[in-house]
């Protein structure tokens, strides 16, 4: 078993969770779960692989991750989402990233992470590699505050392990839809503090920017190769970078932006 904490933020997380706490409940000293108020059986499942379980009311992503970062009382810690499921060969091979050497020369490691809309991976048009800085040494790495897309930083050399995790986030594109609108409200929330909005409000950048993403991820970079659900998801992406610009446009016209 590795020297290495297993964080995870939840609330009411019950469809995924014994996943995510099944595949990391091998090679994990410890597993801490900071939940903000779940109703469901999210607590129950994850004290049944013997979780550390604690209650933090919600203070935003960035804010609760960095809470259970405070918690971790091993050498590294895996920063988790309650819906992300770690392989067994990316479980094999952070077990022995730990135990060469060489490797210790970095303080993170960036891991690829594929997108599943119900049981379909998404793997082309730049929904993957999808890297995510989540793994590193205890007191080196700490999430930025923002209100949506949180990423970690971390103080010193940042390497690259090969296998993914499996990010099973939504249950179909519905439920992608309805997240993607949520993402691009507070999208526009981060948008509205930045000092020129001309350009990023004006209606040209409102057609021009989603249909632009979409022929870039679509066709450049292969998002057809994912067929028919390469097609609802690539649609629905460049949907939701038009809400952020009309969203963002809205904020500024009610006086409502920071």
């Known amino acids: 078993m590795a020297d290495l904490s297993v964080v995870i933020i939840a609330q009411d997380e019950e469809r995924t969770i014994g996943a995510v706490l099944k595949a990391v409940n091998k090679i994990a000293k410890e597993i801490i779960l900071v939940d903000s108020g779940s109703t469901d059986k999210t607590i129950e499942i994850a004290q049944s692989y013997g979780t550390i379980c604690h209650h933090k009311p919600w203070q935003g992503y960035a804010a609760q991750k960095n809470f259970a970062l405070s918690l971790a009382t091993s050498s590294w810690i895996l920063s988790l989402d ?10 094999n091979e952070i077990e022995r990233t730990f135990r060469q050497p060489k490797d210790q020369q970095f303080n ?34 700490e999430f930025k505050p923002r209100l949506v897309h949180e990423s970690a930083t971390v103080q ?7 296998n993914p995790i499996r990010h099973y986030s939504y249950v179909d594109f519905a439920d992608y839809e309805k997240a993607l609108d949520k993402y691009a409200r ?5 948008f509205a503090k930045s000092s020129d909005l001309t350009w990023r409000t004006s209606k040209l950048n409102e057609w021009l920017h989603p249909w632009w993403t979409f022929f870039y991820r679509y066709v450049l970079r292969g998002g057809f190769f994912d067929g028919a659900a390469g097609l609802k998801a690539n649609w629905l992406y460049q949907n939701y970078v038009r809400k952020k610009i009309t969203y963002l446009r809205q904020l500024v016209d009610s006086g409502s932006q920071p």
């Not at 309650?82 to 479980?91: M, W």
């Not at 891991?111 to 205890?138: E, S, V, W």
């Open 108 to 141: 993170g490691y960036l891991i690829p992470r594929i997108l599943y809309i119900g049981k379909t991976a998404i793997t082309h048009g730049g929904f993957y590699p999808d890297a995510q800085l989540r793994l590193f040494k205890t007191g080196k790495a």
């Open 186 to 190: 507070l999208s526009a929330q981060e």
């Open 82 to 91: 309650a819906d992300e499921v770690i392989t067994a060969d990316l479980a």
């Open 156 to 162: 010193g050399r940042i390497g690259h392990l090969k």
